[in-house]
Protein backbone atom coordinates (compact mmCIF):
# COMPACT_ATOMS: atom_id res chain seq x y z
CA UNK A 1 0.00 0.00 0.00
CA UNK A 2 1.04 3.47 -0.49
CA UNK A 3 1.04 6.66 1.49
CA UNK A 4 -1.57 8.00 -0.62
CA UNK A 5 -3.62 4.39 -0.10
CA UNK A 6 -2.96 5.13 3.33
CA UNK A 7 -4.06 8.84 3.43
CA UNK A 8 -6.90 8.04 2.04
CA UNK A 9 -8.12 5.03 4.24
CA UNK A 10 -7.48 6.65 7.50
CA UNK A 11 -8.06 10.83 6.36
CA UNK A 12 -4.44 11.89 6.88
CA UNK A 13 -3.97 15.44 6.25
CA UNK A 14 -1.51 16.78 3.36
CA UNK A 15 2.09 16.05 3.04
CA UNK A 16 1.93 20.23 3.29
CA UNK A 17 -0.60 20.14 5.96
CA UNK A 18 1.66 17.35 7.98
CA UNK A 19 4.76 19.12 7.65
CA UNK A 20 3.52 22.84 8.31
CA UNK A 21 2.02 21.30 11.50
CA UNK A 22 5.33 20.10 12.69
CA UNK A 23 7.07 23.35 11.99
CA UNK A 24 4.18 24.76 14.25
CA UNK A 25 4.68 22.54 17.10
CA UNK A 26 1.92 19.75 16.26
CA UNK A 27 3.02 16.09 16.37
CA UNK A 28 2.89 13.33 13.84
CA UNK A 29 -1.03 11.92 13.31
CA UNK A 30 -1.77 9.26 15.72
CA UNK A 31 -2.45 6.96 12.79
CA UNK A 32 1.29 6.60 11.66
CA UNK A 33 1.29 4.95 14.88
CA UNK A 34 -1.52 2.79 14.93
CA UNK A 35 -1.97 1.54 11.50
CA UNK A 36 -0.18 -1.73 10.26
CA UNK A 37 -0.01 -0.37 6.73
CA UNK A 38 2.04 2.59 7.84
CA UNK A 39 4.50 -0.19 9.76
CA UNK A 40 4.75 -2.47 6.48
CA UNK A 41 5.72 0.98 4.53
CA UNK A 42 8.29 1.92 7.16
CA UNK A 43 9.27 -1.17 6.49
CA UNK A 44 9.58 -0.83 2.62
CA UNK A 45 10.94 2.77 3.09
CA UNK A 46 13.05 3.22 6.17
CA UNK A 47 14.28 -0.47 7.56
CA UNK A 48 15.22 -1.99 4.19
CA UNK A 49 17.31 0.60 3.28
CA UNK A 50 19.01 2.16 6.92
CA UNK A 51 22.47 1.71 8.85
CA UNK A 52 21.52 -0.34 12.00
CA UNK A 53 23.75 -1.36 14.66
CA UNK A 54 24.91 -4.86 15.05
CA UNK A 55 27.85 -5.79 17.25
CA UNK A 56 30.91 -5.01 19.10
CA UNK A 57 34.18 -5.31 16.70
CA UNK A 58 35.50 -7.87 18.67
CA UNK A 59 32.46 -10.71 18.14
CA UNK A 60 33.72 -10.73 14.39
CA UNK A 61 37.76 -10.69 15.26
CA UNK A 62 38.77 -14.12 13.60
CA UNK A 63 38.04 -15.54 9.95
CA UNK A 64 35.15 -17.76 11.13
CA UNK A 65 33.79 -15.43 13.34
CA UNK A 66 30.31 -14.91 12.62
CA UNK A 67 26.89 -13.09 14.11
CA UNK A 68 23.33 -12.82 13.63
CA UNK A 69 21.22 -9.68 14.25
CA UNK A 70 17.79 -8.09 12.51
CA UNK A 71 17.17 -5.24 10.54
CA UNK A 72 13.91 -4.00 10.68
CA UNK A 73 11.72 -7.57 9.45
CA UNK A 74 15.15 -8.58 7.43
CA UNK A 75 17.34 -11.62 9.31
CA UNK A 76 20.96 -10.77 8.76
CA UNK A 77 23.89 -13.02 9.04
CA UNK A 78 28.00 -10.87 9.24
CA UNK A 79 31.03 -13.45 8.69
CA UNK A 80 34.81 -12.19 8.81
CA UNK A 81 35.79 -14.03 6.10
CA UNK A 82 39.07 -15.75 5.63
CA UNK A 83 40.31 -12.62 3.93
CA UNK A 84 40.03 -10.89 6.82
CA UNK A 85 36.83 -8.66 5.45
CA UNK A 86 33.61 -8.03 7.03
CA UNK A 87 30.57 -9.70 4.67
CA UNK A 88 26.87 -9.33 5.38
CA UNK A 89 23.88 -11.25 3.85
CA UNK A 90 19.97 -12.36 4.73
CA UNK A 91 20.62 -14.93 7.01
CA UNK A 92 18.36 -17.00 4.56
CA UNK A 93 19.27 -20.40 2.56
CA UNK A 94 18.55 -19.69 -0.78
CA UNK A 95 16.77 -23.59 -1.14
CA UNK A 96 13.83 -23.12 1.64
CA UNK A 97 14.76 -19.93 2.83
CA UNK A 98 15.57 -21.45 6.17
CA UNK A 99 17.78 -19.32 8.52
CA UNK A 100 21.30 -20.68 8.32
CA UNK A 101 22.60 -19.59 12.25
CA UNK A 102 21.74 -18.34 15.20
CA UNK A 103 23.76 -16.18 17.56
CA UNK A 104 27.36 -15.75 17.52
CA UNK A 105 30.17 -18.29 17.05
CA UNK A 106 32.94 -19.46 14.59
CA UNK A 107 33.00 -21.92 11.80
CA UNK A 108 34.83 -22.44 8.25
CA UNK A 109 31.69 -22.80 6.43
CA UNK A 110 27.81 -22.08 7.01
CA UNK A 111 25.58 -25.04 6.59
CA UNK A 112 21.90 -24.81 6.77
CA UNK A 113 20.41 -27.09 9.65
CA UNK A 114 17.31 -28.34 7.61
CA UNK A 115 19.06 -29.79 4.03
CA UNK A 116 22.30 -29.60 4.66
CA UNK A 117 23.47 -26.71 1.79
CA UNK A 118 26.75 -25.30 2.94
CA UNK A 119 27.87 -21.41 1.69
CA UNK A 120 31.48 -20.79 1.91
CA UNK A 121 31.99 -17.39 4.52
CA UNK A 122 31.67 -15.29 1.16
CA UNK A 123 28.37 -16.64 0.88
CA UNK A 124 28.85 -18.70 -2.14
CA UNK A 125 27.14 -21.95 -2.50
CA UNK A 126 29.55 -24.81 -1.94
CA UNK A 127 27.32 -27.68 -2.16
CA UNK A 128 23.68 -29.24 -1.70
CA UNK A 129 23.26 -33.08 -1.23
CA UNK A 130 22.07 -34.85 -4.06
CA UNK A 131 22.79 -32.15 -6.28
CA UNK A 132 24.94 -34.49 -8.29
CA UNK A 133 21.72 -35.61 -9.54
CA UNK A 134 19.92 -32.45 -10.67
CA UNK A 135 20.70 -32.15 -14.49
CA UNK A 136 21.70 -28.72 -14.74
CA UNK A 137 22.55 -27.55 -11.04
CA UNK A 138 25.17 -25.30 -10.58
CA UNK A 139 26.49 -24.16 -7.26
CA UNK A 140 28.10 -21.46 -8.58
CA UNK A 141 25.18 -19.83 -9.58
CA UNK A 142 23.61 -19.58 -6.71
CA UNK A 143 25.00 -17.51 -3.01
CA UNK A 144 23.34 -15.63 -0.08
CA UNK A 145 21.81 -12.30 -0.85
CA UNK A 146 24.32 -9.85 0.20
CA UNK A 147 23.51 -6.70 2.63
CA UNK A 148 25.87 -3.75 3.14
CA UNK A 149 27.94 -3.86 6.22
CA UNK A 150 30.81 -1.26 7.45
CA UNK A 151 32.58 -0.41 10.64
CA UNK A 152 32.01 2.72 12.30
CA UNK A 153 34.71 2.68 14.90
CA UNK A 154 34.76 -0.19 16.67
CA UNK A 155 31.13 -0.95 15.94
CA UNK A 156 29.72 -3.07 13.65
CA UNK A 157 26.58 -1.70 11.36
CA UNK A 158 24.75 -3.16 8.82
CA UNK A 159 22.36 -2.51 5.76
CA UNK A 160 19.71 -4.39 4.16
CA UNK A 161 20.44 -2.26 0.88
CA UNK A 162 23.09 -3.74 -0.89
CA UNK A 163 23.88 -0.67 -2.93
CA UNK A 164 23.22 1.68 0.35
CA UNK A 165 24.84 5.16 1.03
CA UNK A 166 28.42 4.63 2.89
CA UNK A 167 27.20 5.13 6.49
CA UNK A 168 30.19 7.23 6.92
CA UNK A 169 29.01 9.72 3.94
CA UNK A 170 25.26 9.76 6.87
CA UNK A 171 27.11 10.07 9.48
CA UNK A 172 29.92 13.12 8.84
CA UNK A 173 27.80 15.55 10.50
CA UNK A 174 28.55 14.33 13.94
CA UNK A 175 31.64 12.59 13.62
CA UNK A 176 33.99 15.24 15.26
CA UNK A 177 31.52 14.37 18.00
CA UNK A 178 31.52 10.87 18.06
CA UNK A 179 34.80 10.22 17.01
CA UNK A 180 36.15 11.44 20.72
CA UNK A 181 33.06 9.79 22.27
CA UNK A 182 33.81 6.06 20.63
CA UNK A 183 37.80 6.98 21.62
CA UNK A 184 37.02 7.25 24.83
CA UNK A 185 34.79 4.16 25.10
CA UNK A 186 37.01 1.91 23.06
CA UNK A 187 39.04 1.13 25.98
CA UNK A 188 35.54 0.11 28.13
CA UNK A 189 34.84 -3.39 28.89
CA UNK A 190 31.50 -5.37 27.99
CA UNK A 191 29.16 -5.68 30.97
CA UNK A 192 26.14 -7.08 30.02
CA UNK A 193 23.24 -7.28 27.30
CA UNK A 194 19.91 -5.35 28.23
CA UNK A 195 16.78 -6.07 26.20
CA UNK A 196 13.28 -4.81 26.59
CA UNK A 197 10.37 -5.80 24.17
CA UNK A 198 7.89 -3.16 24.70
CA UNK A 199 4.15 -2.96 23.76
CA UNK A 200 4.34 0.15 21.84
CA UNK A 201 5.27 1.53 18.20
CA UNK A 202 8.88 2.14 17.83
CA UNK A 203 8.32 5.54 17.25
CA UNK A 204 7.50 6.20 20.25
CA UNK A 205 10.57 4.88 21.74
CA UNK A 206 12.71 6.26 19.28
CA UNK A 207 10.60 9.66 20.34
CA UNK A 208 11.46 8.98 23.72
CA UNK A 209 15.12 8.72 23.08
CA UNK A 210 15.90 11.12 20.94
CA UNK A 211 14.62 14.18 23.80
CA UNK A 212 15.17 14.80 27.90
CA UNK A 213 11.83 16.88 28.68
CA UNK A 214 10.70 14.00 30.41
CA UNK A 215 14.03 13.30 32.30
CA UNK A 216 13.70 15.49 35.17
CA UNK A 217 10.03 13.95 36.06
CA UNK A 218 10.30 11.04 34.75
CA UNK A 219 13.37 9.75 35.75
CA UNK A 220 13.88 12.17 39.05
CA UNK A 221 15.62 9.04 40.94
CA UNK A 222 17.55 7.41 37.95
CA UNK A 223 19.00 9.70 35.36
CA UNK A 224 17.28 12.97 36.67
CA UNK A 225 19.31 12.29 39.88
CA UNK A 226 22.73 11.72 37.85
CA UNK A 227 22.52 13.98 35.38
CA UNK A 228 22.42 18.11 35.29
CA UNK A 229 19.02 17.94 32.87
CA UNK A 230 17.75 21.31 32.94
CA UNK A 231 17.73 23.49 29.82
CA UNK A 232 20.68 25.56 30.44
CA UNK A 233 22.66 22.66 31.18
CA UNK A 234 21.89 20.03 28.55
CA UNK A 235 22.47 20.24 25.25
CA UNK A 236 20.82 18.87 22.39
CA UNK A 237 21.60 19.29 18.89
CA UNK A 238 19.98 17.75 15.70
CA UNK A 239 21.41 17.21 12.15
CA UNK A 240 19.78 15.54 9.08
CA UNK A 241 20.71 12.31 10.23
CA UNK A 242 21.99 12.70 13.29
CA UNK A 243 20.69 14.04 17.17
CA UNK A 244 23.44 14.64 19.59
CA UNK A 245 22.76 15.09 23.89
CA UNK A 246 25.58 16.21 25.95
CA UNK A 247 25.14 16.86 29.80
CA UNK A 248 27.43 17.28 33.31
CA UNK A 249 27.43 14.63 35.50
CA UNK A 250 25.52 15.95 39.33
CA UNK A 251 25.81 13.41 41.66
CA UNK A 252 27.99 10.32 42.21
CA UNK A 253 28.05 7.48 44.53
CA UNK A 254 29.49 8.25 48.29
CA UNK A 255 29.72 12.19 47.66
CA UNK A 256 32.18 11.91 45.22
CA UNK A 257 33.05 15.39 43.59
CA UNK A 258 32.26 15.35 39.69
CA UNK A 259 33.75 18.10 38.86
CA UNK A 260 36.18 17.68 35.91
CA UNK A 261 34.30 15.24 34.30
CA UNK A 262 33.52 14.91 30.91
CA UNK A 263 29.70 13.78 31.46
CA UNK A 264 27.05 12.71 29.55
CA UNK A 265 27.48 12.03 25.43
CA UNK A 266 24.75 10.40 23.30
CA UNK A 267 24.66 9.95 19.70
CA UNK A 268 21.19 9.13 17.80
CA UNK A 269 21.65 7.79 14.21
CA UNK A 270 18.13 7.25 12.09
CA UNK A 271 16.10 5.48 12.72
CA UNK A 272 16.81 3.87 16.42
CA UNK A 273 20.66 3.17 16.76
CA UNK A 274 22.11 4.73 19.51
CA UNK A 275 25.43 5.01 21.54
CA UNK A 276 26.54 7.13 25.17
CA UNK A 277 29.02 7.09 27.64
CA UNK A 278 30.21 9.43 30.84
CA UNK A 279 33.33 8.91 32.60
CA UNK A 280 31.86 5.37 34.04
CA UNK A 281 29.36 3.53 32.21
CA UNK A 282 28.84 3.55 28.16
CA UNK A 283 26.34 1.88 26.12
CA UNK A 284 25.16 1.11 22.48
CA UNK A 285 22.21 -0.39 21.00
CA UNK A 286 19.12 -0.32 18.87
CA UNK A 287 15.58 -0.42 18.63
CA UNK A 288 13.77 -3.31 15.90
CA UNK A 289 9.60 -2.53 15.11
CA UNK A 290 7.99 -6.10 15.86
CA UNK A 291 5.02 -4.82 14.23
CA UNK A 292 2.46 -1.75 14.23
CA UNK A 293 2.25 -1.85 18.39
CA UNK A 294 5.66 -3.77 19.48
CA UNK A 295 9.13 -2.93 19.04
CA UNK A 296 12.10 -4.68 20.65
CA UNK A 297 15.05 -2.68 21.90
CA UNK A 298 18.92 -4.05 23.00
CA UNK A 299 21.37 -2.02 24.51
CA UNK A 300 24.87 -3.31 25.08
CA UNK A 301 26.28 -1.95 28.62
CA UNK A 302 30.34 -1.48 28.85
CA UNK A 303 32.16 0.27 32.00
CA UNK A 304 35.20 1.83 32.90
CA UNK A 305 38.45 -0.61 33.81
CA UNK A 306 39.73 1.21 36.78
CA UNK A 307 36.77 2.76 37.73
CA UNK A 308 35.29 2.42 41.25
CA UNK A 309 33.45 -1.16 40.85
CA UNK A 310 30.44 0.79 43.84
CA UNK A 311 29.57 3.40 41.20
CA UNK A 312 29.72 0.77 38.21
CA UNK A 313 27.25 -1.28 39.83
CA UNK A 314 25.46 1.63 40.87
CA UNK A 315 25.43 3.13 37.18
CA UNK A 316 23.96 0.17 35.60
CA UNK A 317 21.31 -0.25 38.02
CA UNK A 318 20.38 3.40 37.18
CA UNK A 319 20.46 2.73 33.26
CA UNK A 320 18.18 -0.33 33.52
CA UNK A 321 16.06 1.64 36.05
CA UNK A 322 15.87 4.37 33.62
CA UNK A 323 15.51 2.33 30.48
CA UNK A 324 12.25 0.25 32.11
CA UNK A 325 10.91 3.71 33.11
CA UNK A 326 11.35 4.63 29.51
CA UNK A 327 9.39 1.37 28.59
CA UNK A 328 6.27 2.14 30.65
CA UNK A 329 6.22 5.29 29.76
CA UNK A 330 6.19 4.64 25.54
CA UNK A 331 3.61 1.32 26.61
CA UNK A 332 1.41 4.13 28.33
CA UNK A 333 1.43 6.39 25.66
CA UNK A 334 0.83 3.45 22.73
CA UNK A 335 -2.37 3.05 24.53
CA UNK A 336 -3.15 6.92 24.44
CA UNK A 337 -2.29 6.81 21.04
CA UNK A 338 -5.07 3.75 20.36
CA UNK A 339 -7.71 5.70 22.47
CA UNK A 340 -7.62 7.92 18.71
CA UNK A 341 -9.62 10.85 20.30
CA UNK A 342 -6.54 13.02 20.24
CA UNK A 343 -5.21 13.23 16.36
CA UNK A 344 -2.07 15.12 17.52
CA UNK A 345 0.23 16.23 20.44
CA UNK A 346 1.37 19.59 21.14
CA UNK A 347 5.51 20.13 21.57
CA UNK A 348 7.76 22.28 23.44
CA UNK A 349 9.77 23.03 20.21
CA UNK A 350 12.65 24.82 22.45
CA UNK A 351 13.07 21.28 24.78
CA UNK A 352 11.82 19.21 22.23
CA UNK A 353 13.42 20.07 19.19
CA UNK A 354 15.17 16.85 18.18
CA UNK A 355 11.59 15.47 18.24
CA UNK A 356 10.68 17.77 15.58
CA UNK A 357 13.57 16.90 13.35
CA UNK A 358 13.06 12.57 14.04
CA UNK A 359 9.27 13.11 12.94
CA UNK A 360 10.04 14.65 9.82
CA UNK A 361 12.71 12.52 9.34
CA UNK A 362 10.50 9.91 9.53
CA UNK A 363 7.54 11.15 7.60
CA UNK A 364 9.40 12.41 4.86
CA UNK A 365 11.11 8.65 4.54
CA UNK A 366 7.41 7.16 3.49
CA UNK A 367 7.10 9.93 1.16
CA UNK A 368 10.28 9.12 -1.25
Known sequence: MTLEAVRQKYGLPSDAEILDGLDRGHTLPAELYLAPEVHELEEEKIFSRSWLYACHESVLAKPGDYT?????????IITRGRDGELNGFVNVCRHRL??????????????CPYHGWTYGLDGQL?????????PGFDCSTISLARVSVERWDQWVFVNPDPDAEPLRDLTAEI??????????????????????????NWKIWAENAVECYHCPTLHRTSFGKTYHVTPDDYLLESGEHTIWHDGPIKWLPGGVDPTGLKGFRFAFTFPSSFFALDDYVGFIGTIVPRG????FAYVDMYSKPGSDPAV???????????????????????????????????????????????????YTSLTS
Not at 68 to 76: E, L, S
Not at 126 to 134: C, H, I, K, T
Not at 179 to 191: G, S, T
Open 68 to 76: VTQAGNTPI
Open 98 to 111: HSLAEGSGNKPLLQ
Open 126 to 134: RSAPRSDRE
Open 175 to 200: RPRTDQLNADLRDYRFEVRYEYDMAC
Open 292 to 295: HDRS
Open 312 to 362: VEEWLKMWDQTLIEDQRATEVQQIGYQSRRIPTGRLMLDSESPLRAFMRRA
